[in-house]
């Protein structure tokens, strides 16, 4: 699950480094009653979530992260840690803040980067409408992403591929791509497994926090995504839907719908 080399022009920079992006297309209709945030999984790019911004039509305007090394970015050198990361994209948000409602949603690594950034807009005082976090288990639960950077680059992919899936079959029989892919992958499973002290010490966050979890995913299994209550204060919820490690990726609707309910109702 990497876009590499995805179609021109399907996104527009919000924010002149490129941390935040948008899609293109606007229908000009009703103006969205929330801003969904997303952040990509590791390697990803905002091309994952270009269904998303069709799914959500009106309901939400869709914004994608877009850290360096990917899509618009992909001359630039992978970003050095979770932190860099989340002060980067908090202050392109709040740059660009329009005072509609944030949501934030985190896939996989995207979930750290999510998480560190709702703090930061908590202590702005733009705290967001809800946290909802995808396919990673909570932060002070044991990861498997420091073990397998000790892989030799074969070791790694294959494992990756395994664990995760949803690597493209260009990747696999592309060299360059292959090449390119690895470099992400390790820098971003290298700031996965450095958190912040902080991310797991400090108190939880005050807005309500949805976990979402794909029911087939054995890197983050339902039961471990229950721990993800511990990390706010304003109220949790859990979903199992039906999929692997990409479920929201590969089967965006179902995923899109219900992260806009418990948006619109956070406190059910």
């Given at each position: ?64 992260v877009?850290?360096?090394?990917r ?17 980067a ?21 995207g ?61 696999r029989n ?11 992958m ?25 976990a ?26 859990a ?19 219900r ?10």
């Open positions: 699950m990497i876009a590499l080399r995805p179609p021109p022009a399907r996104w527009a920079r919000v924010d002149p480094a490129g941390w935040l992006v948008r899609p293109l297309a606007a229908d000009g209709g009703t103006p969205p009653g929330l801003r969904l945030v997303c952040f990509p999984h590791a390697g990803g790019g905002p091309a994952a979530f270009r269904p998303w911004a069709l799914v959500a039509r009106q309901d939400a305007a869709v914004m994608a877009q850290l360096p090394g899509e618009q970015r992909a001359a630039e050198a992978p970003v050095a840690s979770i932190t860099a990361a989340a002060d994209v908090t202050a392109a948000l709040l740059a660009c803040d329009d005072g509609l409602p944030l949501v934030l949603y985190g896939h996989s690594m979930t750290l980067v999510a998480l560190e950034v709702a703090h930061r807009l908590h202590a702005a005082g733009r705290t967001p409408r809800l946290l909802a976090v995808g396919a990673r288990i909570p932060p002070d639960q044991a990861s498997r992403a420091a073990a397998l950077l000790d892989l030799d680059d074969d070791g790694f992919f294959d494992t990756v591929d395994r664990l995760y899936g949803g690597t493209p079959v260009a990747v592309d060299p360059s791509l292959r090449a390119h892919y690895l470099r992400l390790r820098a971003d499973f290298a700031i996965g497994s450095r958190l912040p002290a902080a991310t797991i010490d400090r108190p939880p966050l005050p807005c309500p926090i949805l979402l979890s794909g029911a087939d995913d054995r890197a983050a299994p339902p039961a471990a995504m229950a721990g993800w209550a511990a990390f706010t204060a304003g109220g949790f919820s979903v199992t839907l039906p999929g692997g490690h990409f479920f929201a990726i590969e089967w965006p609707r179902p995923a899109v719908a992260i806009l309910a418990a948006a619109r109702n956070p406190a059910d």
